[in-house]
């Protein structure tokens, strides 16, 4: 185990449905981050959090909100998704040392989702 | 923008053998990191090695080794002794700006290489 923790572990969706993705990190650290995992495609950054301020959205659909109450917790609210959305979904923390970032990211298990 | 190039989309070896994966990416940066990463097949992601582009020494952890080529931006890992527990996705990584200040930190992956360890 890593110290970062993700539910569910799968889901299944439709189209019209409204779901949320929480991770949770133990580690004390003050940065979270979003990837998304496909086949075949390398793993692709979609959201980071710094302090609770989202400092980075890679051009991810408006149907994917992002929320991060805490520096513990970072949820992904999944609205109105396509088939082509269904993937994992992981979750990575780190910790930003007063300017000067780590660069070891931990991950969690992820998210299996599928959109039928 | 950064891309991560891994040629090798599966590698098979037998068990105690050394295997070596190669990595290559594409950077205008001089100041970055590189990773390689490990995902088993239950899917947490962990990190084996990592590499300061500012340092020239190769990083060592155990039995893995990294030949780093900063001028051919080549970053590969070598496995010695490799064991059944090694069999798993192994992704190379990138990341700009260790320093934060705005923009991307995210990490740039390759698209995998799926090493098997054989018996």
């Known amino acids: 185990e890593t110290g970062v923790t993700q539910t569910p572990r799968h889901l299944v969706m439709g189209m019209t449905n409204k779901k949320s993705l929480k991770c949770e990190q133990h580690?004390?650290?003050?940065?979270m981050y979003w990837y998304k995992q496909s086949a075949k495609k390398p793993l692709e950054l979609m959201f980071v959090?710094?302090?609770?301020?989202?400092?980075e959205n890679n051009s991810v659909p408006s149907r994917f909100s992002p929320e991060c109450p805490n520096s513990s917790h970072l949820f992904l609210h999944l609205h109105t998704l396509q088939p082509e959305d269904s993937a994992l979904y992981l979750c990575?923390?780190?910790?930003?040392?007063?300017?000067?970032?780590?660069?070891?990211?931990?991950f969690g298990p992820g998210t299996r989702l599928t959109v039928t | 923008a950064q891309t991560v190039t891994q040629s090798q989309p599966e590698m098979s070896v037998q068990e105690a053998e050394t295997v070596t994966l190669s990595c290559t990416y594409d950077?205008?940066?001089?100041?970055?990191?590189l990773f390689w990463y490990k995902q088993p097949p239950s899917r947490q992601m962990i990190l084996v090695i990592r590499?300061?582009?500012?340092?020239?020494q190769n990083a060592t952890e155990n039995r893995f080794s990294v030949n780093f080529q900063k001028a051919a931006k080549s970053f590969s890992l070598k496995i010695s002794d490799s064991q059944l527990g090694d069999t798993a996705m192994y992704f190379c990584?990138?990341?700009?700006?260790?320093?934060?200040?705005?923009?991307?930190?995210?990490?740039?992956f390759g698209k995998g290489t799926h090493l098997i360890i054989q018996p």
């Open positions: 990575a923390s780190s910790q930003d040392f007063s300017g000067h970032r780590s660069y070891e990211q931990y």
């Open positions: 950077t205008s940066e001089n100041n970055y990191y």
């Open positions: 590499q300061e582009a500012y340092k020239q």
């Open positions: 959090y710094n302090f609770k301020e989202q400092t």
């Open positions: 990584a990138f990341m700009t700006r260790p320093y934060s200040g705005g923009g991307a930190d995210g990490l740039t």
């Open positions: 580690l004390g650290h003050n940065a």
